[in-house]
């Protein structure tokens, strides 16, 4: 077996992380809670399904009023939103300015809606949404957390519900998913193909 060749590849330097150093590909959702008597609504790349059960899960900090709206009310909405609302997701992550809160300042002006069975807010538009009650959150990755929760709805727009028959790529053609490009950067992802799983593979 070869070894890393160090002509190719350059060692990244563990002391301060690496993830800066890097183009990493994630989903992009938006984080939705009931904070004090408003709401909020926080962006968020490092997430992903727990399994293939009905738990989701993302990283956030307790500096981030989302982290303790969940763990004061138990309850966070996650929307999926499209390529075309890339500027709301972005504004979603305005910091509160001054004695105005940001429900107020920011959320309230952005096109929303109430989750269905949770005083939770959602992004009107998105593609999917998924309304959690808070299963765990694990604490100590440095100065982050991981935020679990168990999904108790889930709402997919029919455009983009997978159905037997439909032919897929054309599907994710004419409805593209949104990208985030870490660090900084995103994309519109519509071609997509077929992954070659070996003969006979099972989850």
């Known amino acids: ?6 002509n190719i590849y350059t060692p990244l330097e563990l002391k301060n992380g690496i993830w800066d150093r890097v183009f990493t590909i994630a989903p992009l959702v938006v984080i939705g809670t ?39 009310t138990g309850n966070f909405s996650v929307s ?7 500027v709301t997701t972005a504004l979603s992550a305005t910091p509160r300015a001054g004695h105005v809160s940001k429900s107020e300042g920011i959320v309230e002006q952005l096109p ?24 765990k959150i694990v604490d100590g ?16 727009h029919q455009a983009y519900l997978r159905v037997s028959d439909q032919d897929e790529q ?18 519109s992802v519509g071609d997509t193909y077929n992954f070659p799983f070996p003969k006979d593979f099972k989850r």
């Open 1 to 6: 077996m070869d070894t890393l060749q160090s």
């Open 34 to 72: 009931k904070e004090m008597e408003g709401y909020d609504l926080a962006p968020k790349h490092m997430a992903t399904p727990m399994g293939f059960g009905n738990y989701f899960g993302f990283v956030c900090t307790p500096r981030h009023g989302t982290y303790h709206n969940i763990k004061k």
């Open 80 to 86: 999926f939103p499209r390529p075309g609302q890339l």
């Open 112 to 135: 929303i809606m109430k989750a269905s069975t949770m005083d939770v807010p959602v992004v009107k538009g998105a593609y999917l949404y998924l309304e959690c009650r808070l299963f």
């Open 141 to 156: 990755f440095d100065s982050y957390s991981l935020i679990t929760g168990s999904i108790t709805a889930a709402y997919v």
């Open 170 to 187: 054309e599907q994710l053609r004419e409805n593209p998913l949104l990208a985030y490009i870490a660090n900084g950067r995103y994309a």
